[in-house]
């Protein structure tokens, strides 16, 4: 049997996660059956399930993505870049993730997923906050701070939702960092 | 044939209105069938589609009724107010509408009812601004101001659909604050 290299194995992954994003985005979460996501990524399901645990991980792990990469972003860039990448992501593919969120109420294999994703990712939130922490005011607790940020990003990202006319970005970066720069001594 | 009191058609629209929005915080958007609407109602639906032209309107007319409620709470008693109220309204509601959302990209009579309602809500649209105007910064468009504060709600009810831990109202509106008051002379 040949061995199947690391390379190998991350590229079908990647694949795999391109090709359902597409169908996640074209047809909503229910709408993005296998047969669809077979069709999008050119796998079977079989090929499809060796990687992913269900449909419901499958998206987890893109939902994942999608934000790790904000993240970076945010991190490297700053928070406007953030919201420019926002401003400029797929709309659909936004919307699937916020119309799927409702499924952490109703859907145990789909919160499951999601708590899973929170705790590995605990250390990073935590490393963040961090780094977060010597930028911003002081006289409020960051996790606060972090919160406001991480709570205006969904805001914006809902608006691309229902297309709502984009605020002028400059303006708005004012607002927010009156809101998060450290205080005049 | 007997005369229907306007007192009598408003008390049957309210209790449509209150009905159908328990079928849908339970059901979802595409789960709370006609049939389950008219249990929760117990109405047939000859009587509800007398009322509202179709599913898509009856919810776009419960999703107009609710933000009416938040913007009411937010213009008599103040931003913190408005987030405390959505900290405590129910999250399958908030939810409901947050899955929805989706709709206005891809059913186009969902997306002609809410274009409906943008269009005769415009003028009281209008009429809030120039209240805001009075009481925040003047070096950044009341519009832009606006715009923070309705994303920063969206993504506050958005993170009650996913049940994420709550942050100190007082420290965030420390913050909002810091972002929207009038400058120092």
């Given at each position: 049997m040949p061995k199947v290299s690391e390379e190998h194995k991350e590229a079908r992954r990647e694949q795999i996660l391109a090709g359902a994003q597409r169908a996640f985005a074209r047809h909503g979460y229910e709408g993005a059956t296998v047969a669809r996501i077979e069709e999008?990524?050119?796998?079977?399901?079989g090929a499809i399930f060796n990687y992913f645990e269900n449909k419901e991980a499958l998206f987890v792990s893109l939902v994942r993505r999608s934000s790790d990469r904000f993240v970076e972003i945010w991190l490297e860039h700053g928070y406007r870049?953030?919201?420019?990448a926002i401003a400029h992501e797929d709309p659909d593919w936004l919307s699937v993730q916020v119309e799927a969120a409702r499924r952490v109420r109703t859907?145990?294999?789909?919160?499951?997923?999601i708590t899973k994703l929170l705790e590995e990712t605990e250390g990073?939130?935590?490393?963040?906050?961090?780094?977060?922490?010597?930028?911003?005011?002081?006289?409020?607790?960051?996790?606060?701070?972090?919160?406001?940020l991480g709570t205006l990003a969904n805001g914006f990202a809902f608006?691309?939702?229902?297309?709502?006319?984009?605020?002028?970005?400059?303006q708005l970066m004012t607002l927010i960092e009156s809101g998060v720069s450290p205080r005049p001594a």
């Open positions: 999008e990524t050119g796998l079977s399901r870049a953030l919201l420019e859907d145990d294999r789909f919160r499951e997923q990073r939130r935590r490393s963040r906050l961090e780094r977060l922490a010597g930028v911003v005011r002081d006289d409020v607790p960051v996790e606060v701070v972090a919160h406001f608006s691309r939702v229902t297309d709502d006319p984009m605020p002028d970005l400059g």
